[in-house]
């Protein structure tokens, strides 16, 4: 009896130290995060969101103004809330951390994972950097994936709340929906499968609750297709006028090359989201992943990915129910990334992430598939790969630590984009209150969202903030430009600011360009600025 107590009594001094270091962690994890968003400059896609919600007085603007995002709108939701406290972008930031900070808590706290992962995950390349300083709505859809985890391994699943987190997942992002399917099927199918292997009826209650929650899943999947349908069907249009006027010139020969191009890129993306290096050589290391350098490389990832593909199929192959959700999960997005949306890194990491919530679930199941004695071969990869599979998470983690660690150190030392230092130029001079012109609207529009201020957009010939990927429209050269802002100066007796992407390189017979100054030469380099007084000549 007494050698009883004295291992509880130290099972519980171990569980006190270990819920003291989370503790730790994860208010360590929030510090840092919040140290790196105050130097972290935001790009047109982190503020394209928030321009999005600032604009929409209704929710019915919302929803028009985000219709051809591609994109379903709870995060712009969330923004839209935040906009009628304060109109400061950093409010959008510090969000986002707070969304960063519970994911880890979640994981930190609640996942299976051993000590030495639940370290190296919390400090890896997504959580650390791509998916916490960069304020998109991925990291939402992680948090909600973890929820799911959480409550799916519970011994009592709460069917409405469970479906409710898929329904809001369904509405983060494609991605989240794709993943809101597989993980949907899963649910439905284990517990179709749980209570005819135990014989045990759903109850009256658990029978309403579980369809509540039905009704709600569908719901919620119901308006994330309704969101991202105006988008789809844009692009589908754009698409067949594209191949109208390339039939004649594209053979079928380039067709299936093109195709066999993007099924390669689609493969690799298994290894560039499982173990993403950036390229160090590069300070424009953004998405670009260190095998893109050389062709041998490429071909290595390539490789690479099929044996992480493989590997993560003999880890799930004796527990069907976690093999379906990861083949269905990766061949979902495989089929949306071939086909549809190539992606990057940052839409390639949500097969990571499917990866981690397979490895979570499985470590709540106990196998229920025996592989046939003639199949001897695959049962030995399989006790193989199960073997090592905490080694080989472990490294993955190890080598996401050190790009997270360089990613995030980058971030701190130098510019990831020139859009925040040249909105504060504007307003130290004064500027912001002139009536400020700008061309390409997917470049200059960060710069409205830090000064608070929509800006006149050349190419379309009215005042905007956001910008839409489905219409784009260019000038033609500079000559087009100046003769769009001679006309539009003409009667304006305020002082006239013009925002470009590049240098002028002409000159204009009837008005005076003074370049105030120039901001370029950061991480996102197409992201430059030269800021110029136009002047009408005596």
Same mark, same amino acid.
């Given at each position: 009896m007494a050698t009883i107590q004295k291992k509880l009594f130290k099972n519980n001094v171990f569980l006190s130290k270990y819920l003291t270091y989370s503790n730790c962690l994860i208010l360590l994890f929030f510090v840092i995060s919040f140290i790196g968003i105050l130097n972290h400059e935001m790009w047109r896609d982190e503020t394209q969101a928030w321009l999005i919600a600032r604009d929409a007085s209704t929710l019915t603007d919302l929803y028009e103004n985000l219709k051809y995002e591609g994109h379903p709108g709870l995060w712009h939701l969330c923004l839209f809330l935040i906009t009628k406290i304060t109109r400061n972008p950093f409010a959008m930031q510090f969000f986002h951390i707070l969304i960063s900070t519970a994911t880890v808590y979640i994981f930190v706290k609640k996942s299976p994972f051993n000590f030495v992962e639940k370290n190296l995950f919390t400090f890896s390349y997504f959580s650390l950097f791509e998916y916490n300083l960069i304020s998109r709505n991925y990291n939402l859809g992680i948090?909600?994936? /973890?929820i799911f985890c959480y409550l799916f391994t519970r011994r009592n699943t709460n069917y409405i709340t469970t479906f409710l987190t898929l329904a809001l997942l369904a509405n983060t992002n494609a991605y989240g929906l794709i993943i809101c399917l597989c993980l949907s099927a899963t649910l439905i199918i284990d517990t179709i499968l749980k209570h005819r292997i135990n014989q045990n009826k759903l109850n009256r209650k658990q029978i309403k609750h579980l369809i509540i929650g039905l009704l709600i899943l569908c719901l919620g999947i119901g308006l994330s297709i309704l969101q991202i349908l105006p988008a789809a069907i844009q692009d589908t249009a754009n698409d067949i006028q594209q191949n109208i006027g390339e039939t004649a010139t594209v053979s079928k020969f380039e067709l299936i090359l093109n195709l066999s191009k993007r099924l390669g890129y689609t493969l690799r993306s298994i290894w560039y989201s499982y173990v993403p290096i950036p390229n160090f050589l590069e300070y424009h290391f953004w998405s670009k992943d260190i095998t893109n350098i050389s062709p041998y490389l490429t071909l290595l990832a390539l490789f690479l990915s099929l044996f992480l593909l493989l590997f993560s199929v003999f880890i799930f192959i004796d527990k069907p129910i976690?093999? /379906?959700?990861?083949? +269905?999960?990766? *061949?979902?997005? /495989? *089929? !949306? +990334?071939? %086909?549809?949306?190539?992606?990057? %890194?940052?839409?390639?990491?949500?097969? !990571? $992430?499917? $990866? %981690?919530a397979c490895i979570w679930i499985s470590r709540y199941f106990h196998p229920s598939y025996k592989i046939p004695k003639r199949w001897q071969k695959i049962t030995n990869l399989t006790n193989f790969c199960q073997k090592y599979q905490n080694k080989v998470i472990t490294i993955i983690l190890t080598v996401q630590m050190f790009s997270g660690f360089y990613a995030y150190s980058m971030d701190l030392i130098y510019p990831f984009s020139r859009s925040k230092v040249a909105a504060e130029f504007i307003q130290k001079q004064g500027l912001s209150e002139e009536f400020i012109l700008g061309s390409k609207d997917t470049i200059v529009s960060p710069i409205s969202a830090y000064i608070d201020k929509k800006i006149f957009y050349l190419e379309y010939n009215r005042f905007g903030s956001f910008f839409n990927n489905r219409q784009r429209k260019y000038l033609e050269n500079q000559s087009e430009l100046i003769e769009k802002t001679d006309f539009l100066i003409k009667n304006n007796s305020a002082k006239n600011i013009l925002i470009l992407s590049e240098p002028l390189n002409i000159t204009s017979n009837n008005l005076k360009f003074n370049q105030l100054n120039a901001f370029d030469n950061s991480i996102l380099g197409e992201e430059r600025y030269y800021i110029y007084l136009v002047e009408r000549k005596n």
């Open positions: 948090l909600l994936v /973890f976690v093999l /379906f959700l990861y083949i +269905s999960g990766t *061949l979902g997005m /495989f *089929l !949306f +990334s071939w %086909l549809k949306w190539q992606g990057t %890194l940052r839409h390639h990491g949500h097969l !990571f $992430f499917l $990866f %981690l």
